[in-house]
């Protein structure tokens, strides 16, 4: 047949400037009007001819990526889109042989010419080419029509309800359909689009959200765990309208607590069915029955339909969809791309029933099946039983044996993936010894978040080979290995933060030391970051130390650079200060020197890691955490003064039990001498008391700097005594407890102003000592205002064993240097600290080796539960 080759485009990518001086992007701090945008995919339209040509763009989350997948849209250019880079876009590129490649290259769009004309037969109706969901680099493309581009966009804007005020983020590569159509959704009705590549686990993505007001963002399943990880239940996010779930099936009770999130938050959970062949979507769940029906898909989009069709050999029906949007067909050579409509209807593969309320459920997927022993097994009932034995998996197969690849620390030790197997096997009715489980560091996975089943398959193949029976082998990565050794964590996965994995404030001064040693200077919130993003930064730094040319700034100046960076390094100034109170605190009371005030200041720090580590994900794993860090300081504590009790007569049962403060005499007595212990054990408890209250919780979350300026508020009522109320011990603390953690949360110029004005009006005044009060008002200030302090080189390993070694410090040196003052108040000190880091190193291997033992008996015995498979 001929081809004429007529440029007709898709109309919203055709109609920008319709849309006048609305703001169509945001990118890099600025905005792009509509009118902007219509010119700049117009001069690119035109660098693409007037005939006819097949274009492929390795497409990105930029600009200039965006503007000539417009232009090829609106001028009627077929579009090949590409992944960025890697062997997937070469195959597609040699197999297609497209006549123009795109690119972005520093910056700017690259257009390279690979012949005049073209020497495709296009069909008049082929607008995109796109690779099929869960291909990598296959020659098996979607052929979608421009009709069906823009009717889908349109059913999307029309179902959720898209005005010209809203803005998306892009967390979704341009490259993925889901991802692609945000873009044509929101720029279809003169929404605008807020560019970026950052993840959802980056502190700064979130300031992106709040600064450029951002409604709406895309997220797959895997972004929730991510999501998790970054604390997003606690996050205020005013601007936040909705978000969308696509990309594979959320877990019915996920999707049912982050509906209930937002209904408490003020934004809507939209649930969505979709696939490559039907442009992006086919189904939605309505917000407002995701949390009574979280195992639906919904309903189907404006102008679509669903029917169920009988499957040979199966009780099941297949979800048969049509409308608008179907795709044209499918193509697997140039040949294909002549071709018109070869299909009127789209069969899903996926096996769904219909409920009484007309809501759409997905119940299986006939290729999702495997035969063994004659036996039809579903891959997805593997994975669910696999997560509710609380293990994170993802399963692949093919006719006689099932492989999954096993993300979880049940994976730790060949036994439980032995118990867990034998479970699987019976529930899923298949013999053990088709059952294979690959303990993994993180489900593989392909760009677009989704498992990659083939690598899983391969598991099986290279642990045959290895005869390493699927476990994980190699060197450990340097970041992942200090992770490992500090937090006794042996499965890490890229995605894992050090919050996730557990991290608090007793293990944070011996993970940071580490990692600026093999990162340099740390970012503020590395906490927070997952460790594959770390892993990065560690080989950036390297990178850049080995491309630094010390000579060009000029040879003085290089000089000395030189050994000012020899000489001094950065640290937290969080652990600084820990380092120089116990030192000074010891000192004082061995009366080497006086310089009281620093544990005070301490009080300021513990709040300031309060809220650093102890807030973030939901509700029951936050208590856990919380709890779990209050007997990491009860236990060694009651044990040293317990030691203390039995074998002098300076200390009461109240002291053991850390309840001096409450039950001891009035005023300061021996028996205060542990006072600090006491008060931020009681401080930590009843934090956990009250924020486990959900509606406290919630406020929390809420206002997170307006809260502990609340207890702070609350707290000086009583130390002024506006409210006289009885108060043990030393007198109101909280207040400066709240302080160190409203300045945790001040994250901008302002709020840090106004924290600094409160401290200035507070804390002076606290005591009758002014040289005190100077101490804690200049620690708090470094807190809150210097991330880190220049410490020489040779101090770093002393101050940071000083920092994880203060708590056990402060309580074995009333022990320790009575036995030394009357020689040398100096070795009294040095005594007191060394015997201090002893204990820290005891301590904390013992009870790490408990939480150990505690785990895999706990495991052990929910897998011994499970019914034995018949013998």
Same mark, same amino acid.
């Given at each position: ?14 109609? $920008? ?59 009627? &250019? ?44 296009? !069909? ?61 959704? &929101? ?21 992106? #959200? ?77 917000? *407002?029955?995701?949390?009574? !029906? ?15 069709? +009988? ?65 039809? #097994? ?52 298949? +013999? ?63 995605? *894992? ?58 040879? #003085? ?42 544990? &005070? ?32 300081? #009860?236990? +060694? ?37 542990? /006072? ?39 707290? $000086? ?10 108060? +043990? ?73 000083? %920092?994880? %070694? ?7 040196? /009333? ?49 011994? !539960? ?6």
């Amino acid at each position: 047949m001929t081809i004429e080759p007529v440029l007709t485009g898709v109309s919203f990518a055709a109609g $920008l400037a319709a849309f006048g001086d609305r703001t169509a992007v945001r990118v890099d701090g600025e905005a792009v009007s509509y009118c902007e945008l219509a010119d700049r995919v117009d001069t690119a339209a035109r660098s693409l001819g007037t005939v006819r040509r097949l274009v492929a763009l390795e497409a990105d989350n930029s600009l200039p990526s965006l503007v000539v997948y417009l232009a090829a849209l609106s001028s009627g &250019h077929p579009l090949l889109i590409l992944p960025t880079g890697g062997r997937a876009a070469e195959s597609l590129v040699a197999a297609y042989d497209p006549d123009v490649l795109a690119r972005v290259e520093g910056g700017e769009a690259v257009l390279e010419e690979r012949r005049e004309g073209t020497r495709h037969a296009l !069909h008049p109706e082929l607008a995109l080419l796109v690779s099929t969901s869960g291909s990598t680099g296959s020659p098996k493309l979607v052929r979608l029509s421009g009709d069906a581009v823009q009717a889908n966009a349109a059913a999307i804007a029309e179902y959720l309800q898209l005005r010209p005020e809203d803005r998306a983020a892009t967390t979704l590569p341009l490259s993925y359909c889901y991802g692609m159509s945000v873009v044509n959704s &929101h720029l279809s009705v003169g929404a605008s689009v807020v560019l970026t590549d950052l993840s959802v686990v980056d502190p700064c993505f979130w300031d992106l #959200v709040r600064t450029e007001h951002v409604t709406s963002f895309a997220a797959v399943p895997y972004t929730f765990e991510l999501l998790e990880r970054a604390g997003f239940a606690d996050m205020d996010l005013p601007s936040l309208r909705y978000i969308t779930q696509a990309g594979g099936r959320l877990a019915p009770e996920r999707v049912r607590a982050y509906a209930q999130l937002g209904r408490r938050r003020g934004w809507d959970l939209f649930v969505m069915y979709g696939q490559t062949e039907a442009t992006a979507r086919m189904a939605y769940l309505p917000p *407002d029955v995701a949390a009574g !029906h979280p195992q639906a898909v919904g309903i189907p989009i404006p102008g679509g339909q669903f029917r169920l069709a +009988p499957v040979p050999g199966l009780e099941e029906r297949e979800l048969v969809y049509s409308g608008p949007n179907v795709m044209l067909g499918y193509a697997e050579t140039p040949a294909d791309l002549e071709l018109g409509r070869t299909v009127t209807e789209l069969h899903t593969g996926d096996l769904a029933r219909r409920t009484a309320d007309g809501l759409y459920e997905i119940v299986g997927r006939r290729s999702r099946f495997v035969k063994i022993v004659g036996l039809r #097994v579903d891959l997805g009932q593997v994975e669910r039983i696999l997560a509710d034995l609380g293990v994170s998996a993802a399963a692949a197969g093919q006719d006689g044996r099932v492989v999954a690849a096993v993300e979880t620390a049940a994976a730790e030790s060949g036994r439980d993936l032995a118990l867990i197997a034998k479970t699987v096997a019976q529930e899923a009715g298949v +013999p053990r010894s088709a059952l294979h489980l690959h303990p993994v560091a993180a489900i593989p996975r392909l760009a677009n978040g989704k498992p990659d089943y083939p690598a899983i398959l391969a598991l099986h193949d290279e642990s045959a080979e290895s005869g390493t029976g699927g476990g994980p082998s190699g060197a450990v990565d340097d970041v992942r290995g200090i992770f490992a050794d500090v937090l006794e964590q042996e499965d890490i996965s890229d995605a *894992d933060t050090f919050v996730s994995l557990g991290g608090d404030s007793l293990s944070y001064v011996a993970a940071s030391v580490r990692l600026e040693r093999a990162l340099g200077d740390l970012p503020r919130d590395w906490h927070l970051l997952p460790v594959g993003e770390l892993e990065r930064a560690r080989g950036a730094a390297a990178d850049l130390r080995s491309a630094a040319d010390p000579g060009a700034a000029g040879p #003085v100046r290089a000089a000395v650079q030189k050994w000012r960076n020899r000489l001094l390094a950065p640290m937290e100034t969080g652990i600084v200060l820990r380092a120089v109170a116990i030192v000074f605190i010891i000192a004082t009371h061995v009366r080497l020197f006086s310089w009281e005030g620093m544990a &005070h200041v301490l009080l300021a720090v513990a709040g300031f890691n309060f809220a650093r580590f102890q807030l973030s994900g939901p509700p029951g794993a936050r208590l856990r955490r919380q709890l779990r860090t209050v007997a990491r300081v #009860v236990v +060694p504590s009651i044990a040293v003064i317990g030691f203390a009790f039995a074998v002098t007569d300076s200390y009461t049962w109240a002291n053991v039990f850390l309840l001096n403060t409450v039950l001891g005499p009035e005023g300061w007595t021996d028996f205060s001498r542990f /006072w600090f212990v006491e008060i931020l054990v009681h401080i930590l408890l009843g934090m956990a008391a009250l924020l486990a209250i959900p509606a406290v919780g919630r406020a929390e979350r809420r206002w997170p700097l307006a809260f502990p300026l609340a207890l702070f508020g609350a707290d $000086l009522l009583l130390r002024f005594r506006i409210i006289d109320l009885p108060y +043990p011990g030393q007198g109101p603390v909280l207040w400066l407890f709240a302080l160190g953690w409203a300045a945790a949360a001040s994250r901008t110029l302002r709020t840090r102003a106004a924290v600094t004005a409160l401290a200035v009006l507070t804390i002076p005044g606290a005591f009758d000592d002014g040289y005190r009060n100077a101490t804690i008002l200049a620690g708090f200030l470094a807190l809150l205002w210097l991330p880190t302090l220049p410490v020489p080189r040779a101090l770093h390993a002393i101050t940071g064993l000083l %920092a994880s %070694a203060s708590l056990y410090a402060y309580v074995t040196h /009333w022990l320790v240097y009575p036995l030394f003052d009357q020689t040398s108040k100096g070795l009294a000190v040095a005594v007191s600290l060394a015997v201090g880091i002893a204990y820290w190193a005891a301590a904390t291997r013992a009870m790490n080796a408990a939480e150990r033992w505690l785990r895999r008996r706990s495991a052990g015995r929910r897998l011994q !539960h499970q019914p034995d498979v018949g013998r």
